[in-house]
């Protein structure tokens, strides 16, 4: 599986659909990291996805049939009293979670400017633009 930083071409906002969950990281700020994986290119890819918790909450309502039992899960996981704390979703018992009919708007992110650097390479790491969904007639 690739990294899905590795295969951008730019650093423009771009697109990914058939997404799935295969991870959430809760620590103590406002924001938590979802490891998801798509098809990108018709390849298999990895990234982290950095958002902010209500934006998460939209993920989960997205989740379809899975939707009331991963929000359980994150409420559990949040009431934890050790940080951070990690769901994980790549078992038998409990399989990737699959984001039908969403398309995720995703944004680049780089590394700190560091000294010496004249080109970084973009982090696995991108924050969502926009979720959208696809409504069949």
Request: aromatic share 8%; net charge negative; charged share 30%.
């Given at each position: 599986m690739k990294l899905l930083s590795d295969s951008l071409a730019d650093d423009v906002d771009f697109f990914?659909?058939?997404v799935y969950v295969v991870a959430i990281v809760?620590?103590?700020?406002d924001d938590v990291t979802v490891w998801a994986t798509t098809d990108f290119d018709h390849e298999p890819h990895f990234f982290h996805l950095a958002l902010p918790f209500q934006?998460?909450?939209?993920?989960l309502r997205l989740t379809a049939d899975r939707a009331e039992i991963l929000q359980e899960e994150v409420?559990?996981?949040l009431a934890a009293s050790e940080w951070p704390a990690l769901l994980e979703f790549n078992s038998d018992e409990a399989?990737?979670?699959p984001l039908p009919s969403v398309a995720l708007k995703l944004s680049v992110t780089y590394p700190a400017d560091e000294e010496?650097?004249?080109?970084p390479q973009p982090h696995n790491i991108f924050y969502l633009e926009g979720v959208?969904?696809?409504l069949d007639s």
């Open positions: 990914v659909e058939h809760f620590d103590n700020t934006s998460l909450d939209t993920l409420a559990d996981a399989p990737p979670v010496g650097e004249d080109d959208y969904v696809r």
